[in-house]
Protein backbone atom coordinates (compact mmCIF):
# COMPACT_ATOMS: atom_id res chain seq x y z
CA UNK A 1 0.00 0.00 0.00
CA UNK A 2 1.62 3.16 -1.16
CA UNK A 3 1.90 5.96 1.17
CA UNK A 4 1.57 9.81 0.11
CA UNK A 5 3.84 10.73 -2.52
CA UNK A 6 4.90 13.66 -4.09
CA UNK A 7 6.61 15.07 -7.38
CA UNK A 8 9.45 15.82 -8.03
CA UNK A 9 11.60 15.60 -5.19
CA UNK A 10 13.74 18.95 -5.91
CA UNK A 11 13.20 21.92 -7.82
CA UNK A 12 15.01 24.82 -8.95
CA UNK A 13 13.23 27.48 -10.47
CA UNK A 14 14.49 31.53 -10.73
CA UNK A 15 12.17 34.53 -9.41
CA UNK A 16 9.15 35.50 -10.78
CA UNK A 17 8.81 31.70 -12.64
CA UNK A 18 5.40 29.74 -11.95
CA UNK A 19 5.92 26.34 -10.67
CA UNK A 20 3.88 23.04 -9.92
CA UNK A 21 4.28 20.19 -7.55
CA UNK A 22 2.15 17.04 -7.65
CA UNK A 23 0.68 15.12 -4.45
CA UNK A 24 -1.02 11.39 -4.76
CA UNK A 25 -3.28 10.68 -1.46
CA UNK A 26 -2.79 7.10 0.67
CA UNK A 27 -5.11 4.95 -1.01
CA UNK A 28 -8.26 5.50 0.64
CA UNK A 29 -7.67 8.79 1.34
CA UNK A 30 -10.28 11.66 -0.42
CA UNK A 31 -8.68 14.91 1.46
CA UNK A 32 -5.21 16.55 0.83
CA UNK A 33 -3.79 19.52 2.47
CA UNK A 34 -0.10 21.54 1.86
CA UNK A 35 1.67 22.83 3.83
CA UNK A 36 5.02 25.04 3.76
CA UNK A 37 7.88 24.28 5.88
CA UNK A 38 10.83 26.46 5.57
CA UNK A 39 13.93 25.93 7.09
CA UNK A 40 14.26 25.88 10.66
CA UNK A 41 10.79 26.22 11.01
CA UNK A 42 7.53 23.86 11.97
CA UNK A 43 4.92 23.38 8.50
CA UNK A 44 2.37 26.08 7.77
CA UNK A 45 -0.79 25.27 6.64
CA UNK A 46 -1.85 26.48 3.12
CA UNK A 47 -4.98 25.23 2.15
CA UNK A 48 -6.69 21.79 2.14
CA UNK A 49 -9.14 19.91 -0.79
CA UNK A 50 -11.71 17.87 -0.40
CA UNK A 51 -14.54 16.80 -3.66
CA UNK A 52 -12.53 18.92 -6.04
CA UNK A 53 -13.19 22.08 -3.75
CA UNK A 54 -10.75 23.84 -1.69
CA UNK A 55 -12.12 23.73 2.06
CA UNK A 56 -10.25 25.86 4.38
CA UNK A 57 -6.96 28.39 3.70
CA UNK A 58 -4.49 29.82 5.58
CA UNK A 59 -2.12 32.55 5.71
CA UNK A 60 -1.05 32.68 1.73
CA UNK A 61 -0.96 34.95 -0.78
CA UNK A 62 -3.96 34.22 -4.04
CA UNK A 63 -0.09 33.18 -5.98
CA UNK A 64 -0.48 29.64 -4.16
CA UNK A 65 -3.01 27.91 -5.86
CA UNK A 66 -4.23 24.68 -5.86
CA UNK A 67 -6.67 22.08 -7.28
CA UNK A 68 -8.00 18.46 -7.15
CA UNK A 69 -8.80 15.68 -9.50
CA UNK A 70 -11.47 13.15 -9.39
CA UNK A 71 -8.90 10.41 -8.29
CA UNK A 72 -8.35 12.54 -5.11
CA UNK A 73 -4.56 13.59 -6.20
CA UNK A 74 -3.57 17.17 -6.11
CA UNK A 75 -1.59 19.90 -7.09
CA UNK A 76 0.01 22.71 -5.95
CA UNK A 77 0.43 26.27 -7.75
CA UNK A 78 2.72 29.21 -7.13
CA UNK A 79 3.03 32.16 -9.65
CA UNK A 80 5.73 34.60 -9.06
CA UNK A 81 7.97 33.22 -7.26
CA UNK A 82 10.16 34.96 -4.39
CA UNK A 83 12.94 34.21 -2.71
CA UNK A 84 11.08 33.62 0.24
CA UNK A 85 9.21 30.77 -1.62
CA UNK A 86 11.97 28.51 -1.04
CA UNK A 87 10.99 26.01 1.65
CA UNK A 88 10.04 22.23 1.61
CA UNK A 89 6.48 21.83 0.56
CA UNK A 90 4.66 18.71 2.47
CA UNK A 91 1.75 17.26 1.48
CA UNK A 92 -0.60 15.36 3.52
CA UNK A 93 -4.09 13.14 3.09
CA UNK A 94 -6.30 12.33 5.22
CA UNK A 95 -10.13 10.33 5.29
CA UNK A 96 -12.51 12.48 5.83
CA UNK A 97 -14.66 10.17 7.07
CA UNK A 98 -12.57 8.79 9.77
CA UNK A 99 -10.90 12.26 11.35
CA UNK A 100 -9.89 14.91 8.17
CA UNK A 101 -7.32 15.81 11.27
CA UNK A 102 -5.21 12.42 11.15
CA UNK A 103 -3.09 13.60 8.00
CA UNK A 104 -0.31 11.51 6.48
CA UNK A 105 2.51 13.39 5.02
CA UNK A 106 4.65 12.49 1.93
CA UNK A 107 8.46 13.38 1.74
CA UNK A 108 7.62 16.72 0.30
CA UNK A 109 8.81 18.68 -2.69
CA UNK A 110 12.25 20.54 -1.60
CA UNK A 111 11.70 24.27 -3.71
CA UNK A 112 14.51 26.82 -4.15
CA UNK A 113 14.27 29.82 -5.86
CA UNK A 114 17.12 31.83 -7.24
CA UNK B 1 -4.90 32.94 18.66
CA UNK B 2 -4.18 29.45 18.20
CA UNK B 3 -0.28 28.23 18.84
CA UNK B 4 1.12 25.74 20.02
CA UNK B 5 5.25 26.06 21.82
CA UNK B 6 7.73 23.48 21.60
CA UNK B 7 10.40 25.75 24.00
CA UNK B 8 13.39 23.41 23.91
CA UNK B 9 14.98 23.81 20.68
CA UNK B 10 17.41 21.39 20.89
CA UNK B 11 17.87 18.24 23.41
CA UNK B 12 20.94 16.26 23.44
CA UNK B 13 21.09 12.65 26.15
CA UNK B 14 22.48 10.08 26.17
CA UNK B 15 21.07 6.41 24.95
CA UNK B 16 19.65 4.66 26.56
CA UNK B 17 18.42 7.89 29.26
CA UNK B 18 15.12 8.91 29.48
CA UNK B 19 13.57 11.95 27.33
CA UNK B 20 11.10 14.41 27.83
CA UNK B 21 10.13 16.71 24.95
CA UNK B 22 8.13 19.43 26.27
CA UNK B 23 4.73 21.33 24.12
CA UNK B 24 2.31 23.73 25.17
CA UNK B 25 -0.98 24.58 22.94
CA UNK B 26 -3.38 27.50 23.44
CA UNK B 27 -6.71 26.90 21.39
CA UNK B 28 -9.77 27.56 22.23
CA UNK B 29 -11.87 24.67 20.78
CA UNK B 30 -11.54 21.28 22.47
CA UNK B 31 -7.69 20.31 20.99
CA UNK B 32 -6.68 16.78 19.38
CA UNK B 33 -2.72 16.63 19.69
CA UNK B 34 -0.35 15.29 17.91
CA UNK B 35 3.38 14.41 17.42
CA UNK B 36 5.28 13.65 14.17
CA UNK B 37 8.90 13.00 14.10
CA UNK B 38 11.21 14.06 11.16
CA UNK B 39 14.16 12.96 9.71
CA UNK B 40 16.58 14.43 8.05
CA UNK B 41 15.33 15.45 4.33
CA UNK B 42 12.23 13.20 4.93
CA UNK B 43 8.39 14.21 5.72
CA UNK B 44 6.40 13.74 9.27
CA UNK B 45 5.79 10.44 10.79
CA UNK B 46 2.91 10.31 13.34
CA UNK B 47 3.97 9.31 16.35
CA UNK B 48 0.62 9.67 18.41
CA UNK B 49 -2.48 11.18 18.49
CA UNK B 50 -4.63 12.22 21.14
CA UNK B 51 -8.48 12.99 20.59
CA UNK B 52 -10.29 12.42 24.00
CA UNK B 53 -10.69 9.30 27.00
CA UNK B 54 -7.46 8.13 28.12
CA UNK B 55 -4.75 11.24 28.85
CA UNK B 56 -1.60 9.01 28.49
CA UNK B 57 -1.51 7.52 24.98
CA UNK B 58 0.82 5.31 23.25
CA UNK B 59 2.69 5.74 19.96
CA UNK B 60 5.05 4.35 18.05
CA UNK B 61 8.56 2.99 18.87
CA UNK B 62 8.34 3.18 22.42
CA UNK B 63 6.76 7.08 22.33
CA UNK B 64 3.91 8.27 24.69
CA UNK B 65 2.44 11.24 25.73
CA UNK B 66 0.47 12.87 28.60
CA UNK B 67 -2.13 15.36 27.75
CA UNK B 68 -2.83 17.66 30.69
CA UNK B 69 -5.96 20.00 30.03
CA UNK B 70 -4.59 22.35 33.60
CA UNK B 71 -1.42 22.94 32.08
CA UNK B 72 -2.30 23.24 28.23
CA UNK B 73 0.28 20.74 27.77
CA UNK B 74 0.92 17.12 25.72
CA UNK B 75 4.32 15.98 26.75
CA UNK B 76 6.38 13.02 24.78
CA UNK B 77 8.18 10.90 26.21
CA UNK B 78 10.49 7.66 26.29
CA UNK B 79 11.96 5.40 28.83
CA UNK B 80 14.94 5.15 27.07
CA UNK B 81 16.56 6.57 23.54
CA UNK B 82 17.68 4.27 20.66
CA UNK B 83 20.35 6.56 18.67
CA UNK B 84 18.21 5.71 16.16
CA UNK B 85 15.61 8.30 17.55
CA UNK B 86 17.73 11.26 16.64
CA UNK B 87 15.74 13.53 14.15
CA UNK B 88 13.32 16.93 14.87
CA UNK B 89 9.98 16.47 16.52
CA UNK B 90 7.22 18.63 15.86
CA UNK B 91 3.67 18.64 18.13
CA UNK B 92 0.92 20.01 16.38
CA UNK B 93 -2.64 20.52 17.49
CA UNK B 94 -6.35 20.54 15.41
CA UNK B 95 -9.69 20.57 16.08
CA UNK B 96 -12.94 19.19 15.22
CA UNK B 97 -13.85 22.82 13.82
CA UNK B 98 -10.98 23.50 11.44
CA UNK B 99 -8.94 21.10 9.12
CA UNK B 100 -5.73 22.51 9.35
CA UNK B 101 -2.60 21.25 11.62
CA UNK B 102 -0.79 24.26 13.95
CA UNK B 103 2.67 23.11 14.23
CA UNK B 104 5.32 23.86 16.82
CA UNK B 105 9.05 25.02 15.76
CA UNK B 106 10.20 21.70 16.66
CA UNK B 107 12.90 20.32 19.02
CA UNK B 108 15.87 18.72 17.52
CA UNK B 109 16.75 15.57 19.54
CA UNK B 110 20.73 14.73 19.54
CA UNK B 111 21.33 11.09 20.81
CA UNK B 112 24.90 10.63 21.75
CA UNK B 113 26.18 6.71 21.98
Known amino acids: DAGVTQSPTHLIKTRGQQVTLRCSPK?????VSWYQQALGQGPQFIFQYYEEEERQRGNFPDRFSGHQFPNYSSELNVNALLLGDSALYLC?????????????FGAGTRLSVL | AQSVTQPDIHITVSEGASLELRCNYS??????LFWYVQSPGQGLQLLLKYFSGDTLVQGIKGFEAEFKRSQSSFNLRKPSVHWSDAAEYFC???????????FGTGTRLQVFP
Open chain 2, 92 to 102: AVGADNTDKLI
Open chain 1, 27 to 31: SGHDT
Open chain 2, 27 to 32: YGATPY
Open chain 1, 92 to 104: ASSFTQVAKNIQY
